[in-house]
Structure formats: structure tokens, C-alpha cells
């Protein structure tokens, strides 16, 4: 070996730390002829197992380390029985939410479609609006608080109190109310306008606004990103956080359809008297007044839990100003390619949404029951759990719009589908073959319309994923993220927006169905009552043409073309942006 290579070898020194054995003080280390110390990690190892089997001989305690043990860890089943009362209660407040939104957004249309036209319906459709428009108030309420009554508990507990006696006091007299031959329809929408505020408002205490992420595995192919905050979060313990999301989706989902499929079965006299009953009534076991009362004594019930026996651990955390945050939704609104993205958003629905809106409601004037009705619903229930779970498989990957665009000709699809079913309503009434029809375009309009959430879900993770950029996908100075407060605000503004995206055009849309229908008699022939009085006098209600047709048929070429020459140019745009276009630039500092 040459001079010059002794001494690059002399300069080595081997520096193994072995990571199952804990650190022992430095101990003496041979030299070589140089005089420079040199040891092998075979060497190292042999010299701290003799040293610890010194102390043991002695009885001596094994020195102290730099390295602090690690923390004693609870069994995973001990920690969720801890959590279990809280993921009870997280089930039931959104169970409650979920009730009276399945009531507004479900069966109550169907229950005032006998007596009002489309043009009233649209009227009560604007109940729905606060729900998608949550966000303009939530940082109002994930700000503002009382330190001695908890930063939740602020808000839910006037909510559950006001919303209980609400209801109490609504199920006494809306039944009366719905028996009358000319409906306070005014009256009506302003009072479900306000339930569905005050779900909204809750949603917002117990989901929160500030951000706090946790990985999902209902896609086995990938890891979808969730949002799921607030008291939601602090209930739980870290191990068990996981469960926040799945207590939201078993509780609104719950709800929902509690307040939907069952309640319009139990409503009806032809499903009681067919299989719960054995003397026939006029009416159903289930009236639209008890149910409210029920549920009005549920809420407080709750709250009166919530009040004496839950006490809510303070939150440290710091709140962000209510400017700040209405800031930060502001400028992610101004940045590259959003106002695009918003466009698509607002744009995206306007082609099946005639489908979705009129279709149920028009089956039920040519003659479909309620119960039929509710029926399909609950036979596609589990066929949309089944729906979610391949279309989170087929959303994974770098590309999760392309089942979403895919699943965008088949709403249109469903929509032209949708138009072949009205128009072959038998005139004999609803047979078995016409309701596996009905099924049919049900249950494939369900699909793609399961297939585009979770598309559009998993793309909004991409783009407002906050460890991006952080973890060093990007590694420009300028596109540091500030991730506590930007990445939920992120998100809850792109869900806020495609939510909207499907509200906002059904007014419009109902208003359209009445104004383009014309008659040739000069009744209202969309309304029930007329239809009866027309047929009493031996008359029959005719159309020279009808406004389903030419809206939902104006809504399938709006959608088409959009997609043509916007959407879908925007789309393969979108996908060809790196995550990092999409973060939000902050100053430096």
C-alpha cells in the first residue's frame, strides 16, 4: 500500500450505530500506528455487550442514554373502548343533522309535488341553498366562542336547543298545514330554509373549518386524503381519529335515509296496509307532525346530555383571525387556473341536472307511487356503497378526472334515458317490467354520478394535498404552503363550490318546466288538485307540449357542448399541471 493510501485508510473511521441496542457511554477505542483511533463495528458491538454484562453481574443499573425510551403504548382495542361513548355521540349529532335534511332534500318535495307546481317547488328548492353555501359563514364559527363553554359547544348547544323546539313546535301543525287546498308554500320554504342554517351551522361546529388530515383506507389501491376536523377531531384520541369520518358518513347517511325512504313507507297506506296492518286505513302508521315532534325531543334530549354530562377539553390551539381566513379563501381563488377550475365546477352539473331535479317529480304526476319511489331508492342504497368502493379504485392514481370525465357522457346518457322513461310510463299503470325500467335508469344514473364524486374527490386531494410542497415535491422557495391553515380551507372551498355547482341550476330549472309548459286547458294541469277537478268535471288534462322535454333536452345540449369546448379542454389541462400550480405562494420571509 503506498504512503498516500495508508493514510486515506487510517483517515476511515466506521461509525455503526445499531438500532436495537440502546447507547452506551463511549468507551476506548484502539489505536492504530498512526496513532489515530480506529475500531470496527464488529469491535463497537462486542464493547457494549461486555459492558452491559458487566452491570448486570454487578446489579448496577445500565447507564443513562442520550436516547429517551420510547412511550409507553396502549393496546389499540383499550383505546377505541375509550373512544367509544364519543364515536357514539359523533354518529348520533350527525344523525341528527342528516334527519332533517333527508326531509327537505328528499321527502317533503314528494309530499308537496300533489298540490303545488313546478314553479312552487322551485321556491322550496331554495331550502337547500344554505347547505352549499356553508362555507361564506363557517369561519364565523370556528372563530368566535366562549372560553367557559368550549369552542364547540358555543355553537351546538343554542343550535340543538333552538332546532329541538323548532321542531316540536312545526310537527303541531304542519300536518293541518299540508291538508289545505292552497299550501303556505312562502311559509314553508322559510322555515325549512332556516332547519337546513341551522344544520349547516352545526356542521360546521362539530366538522370544523381548521384543517387536520388523517389517510382513509376505503381505496385499496391508494390512500385518499380526508378532511375531517374540529370536535369531530378532539373527541378522539390520536390512535382513533380515523373513525371521525366513518361516524359522519354513518350518521347523515343514517339520517338521510331514515328521513327518506323509510318515513315516506311508513307514510304510505298502501305499503301499511299491504305489510304492516291487517284493517286498512286512509292514512300510513307514520304522519309527517309526529315524526318532527320525535325528532324535536331527540335534539334536546342531546343537547341536555351535552350540557351536564360532556364537558369539552379546551383547545389550545390558535384560533386564525376571521380576515385571515376569509383572506386566504380569497386568494386561492385569485390564483393560476383557479378561475378556470371554478368554471368548471359551476358549469359541470348543468347537463343531467333537469334529470336529477324533474324526473322523480314527473313520474310521480304521470302516476308512480312515493313508494315505489322510495323503494328504488332503497334498493340502489347498498348498490352505491358497492359503486364507491370500484370507483375510489378506478379514481387512484396521477390521473383520477379521466374516470370523471368518462362518467360525465354517461349523466348525459342517463339524462336522455331518463327522458325514454317518462315518455313510456304505461297508461295502465306501473308494471313489473316498467319498474325494473325505472330501476335500471336509477341505478346507472346512481353509478356515475358515484363515479364522479369520488373522481372529483380524489383530484381535489391532489391539488390541495398540504404535505405537497412541504415534502419537497416542490422545491421552490415560493411555493411554501402555510399547511395549518391553508390545506382545509383548501379543501372545504373546492367541495363548497362543486356543491354549489349542482344547487345553483335547479331553480332555474323547475321555473323553466313550468314557464315552457303550455296547456290547452286553462288549469295548471302540474298540480294535482287541478288534475282531480278537471277529471270530476269529465275532462282531461292535455299539453301541446311539455317542459320537462324541452328543458332536460336544452340541459343535455348545454352540458354536451360545454364539455366539447370547455370542459374537457380544461380538464386535460388541469392533469397536465404539477401539484405545485396549484399551492397557494406566500411571501417570503
Known amino acids: 500500500m503506498t504512503s498516500k493510501a495508508a493514510k486515506r485508510s487510517s483517515k476511515q473511521v466506521v461509525h455503526v450505530e445499531d438500532e436495537s441496542e440502546p447507547l452506551v457511554p463511549s468507551v476506548p477505542s484502539s489505536t492504530s500506528g498512526d496513532g489515530k483511533a480506529h475500531m470496527t463495528s464488529r469491535g463497537i458491538k462486542e464493547e457494549k455487550q461486555h459492558l452491559l454484562n458487566e452491570a448486570s453481574k454487578q446489579g448496577a443499573a445500565v447507564p443513562k442514554t442520550n436516547r429517551l425510551p420510547p412511550p409507553a403504548k396502549h393496546s389499540e382495542p383499550d383505546q377505541f373502548r375509550k373512544d367509544l361513548p364519543n364515536i357514539a355521540l359523533l354518529v348520533f349529532l350527525y344523525l341528527l343533522q342528516g334527519v332533517p335534511l333527508g326531509l327537505c332534500m328528499g321527502s317533503v318535495p314528494f309530499l308537496l309535488k300533489s298540490k303545488l307546481g313546478y314553479s312552487d317547488l322551485a321556491l322550496f328548492s331554495l331550502s337547500s341553498y344554505p347547505y352549499s353555501l356553508k362555507l361564506l359563514w363557517s369561519p364565523i364559527v370556528d372563530t368566535l366562542y366562549f372560553k367557559s363553554i368550549g369552542r364547540r359547544k358555543s355553537w351546538i348547544v343554542p343550535i ?206 304521470l302516476g308512480l307511487s312515493k313508494e315505489d319511489l322510495a323503494l328504488a331508492v332503497l334498493l340502489d342504497f347498498p348498490l352505491e356503497i358497492i359503486f364507491g368502493y370500484y370507483a375510489a379504485k378506478w379514481s387512484s392514481g396521477s390521473r383520477p378526472l ?42 346507472f344514473s346512481s353509478f356515475m354520478g358515484t363515479l364522479q364524486f369520488v373522481g372529483l374527490g380524489s383530484y381535489f386531494t391532489k391539488i390541495s394535498d398540504p404535505s405537497i410542497g412541504k415534502s419537497g415535491a416542490c422545491s421552490l422557495k415560493c411555493c411554501a404552503t402555510d399547511t395549518a391553515s391553508t390545506g382545509g380551507t383548501y379543501m372545504t372551498l373546492l367541495n363548497t363550490l362543486s356543491n354549489l355547482g349542482g344547487t345553483w341550476p335547479r331553480y332555474f330549472v323547475l321555473l323553466a318546466v313550468d314557464w315552457l309548459q303550455t296547456r290547452r286547458s286553462p288549469i295548471k294541469c302540474s298540480e294535482k288538485l287541478n288534475r282531480d277537478k278537471c277529471a270530476a268535471l269529465g275532462g282531461t288534462c292535455e299539453f301541446r307540449s311539455d317542459g320537462y322535454y324541452t328543458v332536460n333536452t336544452a340541459c343535455i345540449v348545454i352540458g354536451l357542448v360545454s364539455l366539447i369546448l370547455f370542459i374537457r379542454p380544461n380538464i386535460h389541462y388541469f392533469e397536465s399541471l404539477r401539484d405545485h400550480a396549484w399551492r397557494l405562494r406566500t411571501k417570503e420571509k
Not at 415 to 433: D, I, Q
Open 402 to 443: 379521466r374516470p370523471w370525465l368518462y362518467a360525465f357522457y354517461g349523466r348525459l346518457a342517463a339524462a336522455a334515458f331518463g327522458m325514454f322513461v317518462v315518455y313510456s310510463f304505461p297508461s295502465g299503470g306501473v308494471t313489473t317490467s316498467y319498474f325494473a325500467i325505472v330501476m335500471v335508469a336509477t341505478v
Open 160 to 365: 340543538q336547543a333552538i332546532m329541538g323546539l323548532s321542531l316540536i313546535m312545526l310537527g303541531r301543525s304542519i300536518d293541518a298545514m299540508l291538508e289545505q287546498d292552497k299550501l303556505p308554500v312562502g311559509f314553508l320554504a322559510g322555515v325549512f330554509t332556516t332547519i337546513v342554517f341551522l344544520c349547516a351551522t352545526q356542521d360546521i361546529a362539530v366538522d370544523g373549518l381548521c384543517c387536520a388530515s388523517r389517510w382513509d383506507g376505503w381505496s385499496i389501491s391508494t390512500l385518499t386524503r380526508v378532511i375531517v376536523t374540529g370536535w369531530a377531531l378532539t373527541l378522539l384520541h390520536d390512535d382513533n381519529k380515523t373513525y371521525a369520518s366513518t361516524a359522519q358518513t354513518i350518521g347523515l347517511n343514517t339520517g338521510y335515509f331514515l328521513s327518506f325512504t323509510v318515513f315516506l313507507a311508513l307514510n304510505s297506506p298502501e305499503v301499511c296496509n299491504a305489510y304492516l296492518r291487517s284493517t286498512p286505513l286512509d292514512v300510513g302508521i307514520l304522519q309527517l307532525g309526529p315524526y318532527l315532534q320525535f325528532w324535536g325531543v331527540m335534539f334536546l334530549i342531546c343537547n341536555a346530555w351535552l350540557i351536564f354530562f360532556k364537558v369539552e377539553t379546551p383547545d389550545l390551539e390558535e384560533v386564525d383571525s376571521i380576515a385571515s381566513v376569509y383572506k386566504t379563501m380569497a386568494n386561492i381563488c385569485m390564483m393560476p387556473h383557479m378561475t378556470r377550475f371554478i368554471g368548471v365546477l359551476l358549469l359541470a352539473k348543468i347537463g343531467f341536472i333537469a334529470n336529477e331535479a324533474v324526473t322523480g317529480l314527473k313520474l310521480l304526476e
